[in-house]
């Protein structure tokens, strides 16, 4: 199954990276400067112990892309959600979108192995819009039992519309600025 296309190389964009790293030692200096050694000690103990914590989601979304983009056909992903997959593409990267359990560590793993497989500009932004707005699992277990039903299905139907709205202008958008986003993962 993973031989019907070339492999792409996926690397990360540095200037991705450049930000985050200046405000990181910005902190850095701080914490030395408010409490020397200890200060900066205590800044990485506590991002080690972060880290440990989301290790697990780490691992399981990392470890889902692969599989995914070993495993899927390039057609398939591209017939469903590609380029030419117009409105069926923003209804299926809705429809996952809202059905795919789990935290930013678990789907952007995912979708990165979607856009290498051929997803498009439009589907991926409909899905984590869906993701984030109607997620049925936040849905059943936090804002149902908490909120109440009622509330659930008028917040529901205000913003169901808004995922396959922003996948449409998304994908505009990305006409216009002729971006195609199976290039190199962070890259443009």
Not at 11 to 37: D, K, S
Not at 39 to 59: D, K, S, T
Not at 93 to 107: D, E, I, K, R
């Amino acid at each position: 199954m993973s031989g019907d296309s070339p492999r792409k190389k996926v690397r990360m964009n540095a200037w991705g990276l450049l930000a985050p790293g200046a405000i990181l030692l910005a902190l850095v200096i701080v914490a030395a400067a408010r409490e020397g050694g200890r200060g900066i000690a205590g800044g990485f103990g506590e991002a080690g112990g972060l880290f440990l914590r989301v290790l697990p989601n780490l691992a399981i979304g990392f470890t889902l892309a692969g599989f995914l983009t070993y495993l899927l056909p390039q057609s398939l992903v591209a017939g469903w959600m590609g380029e030419g997959s117009g409105g069926r593409g923003l209804l299926v990267g809705t429809v996952a979108g809202a059905l795919t359990p789990g935290g930013p560590f678990t789907h952007f793993p995912i979708l990165a192995s979607l856009i290498v497989k051929g997803a498009a500009v439009g589907p991926v932004c409909a899905y984590i819009a869906a993701w984030a707005l109607i997620g049925v699992h936040r849905i059943l277990i936090w804002e149902a039992p908490i909120l109440g039903w009622q509330f659930v299905l008028v917040r529901v139907a205000a913003c169901a519309v808004f995922p396959p709205l922003a996948g449409l202008l998304a994908q505009a958008i990305a006409a216009v600025a002729q971006f195609r986003p199976n290039g190199p993962v962070g890259g443009a």
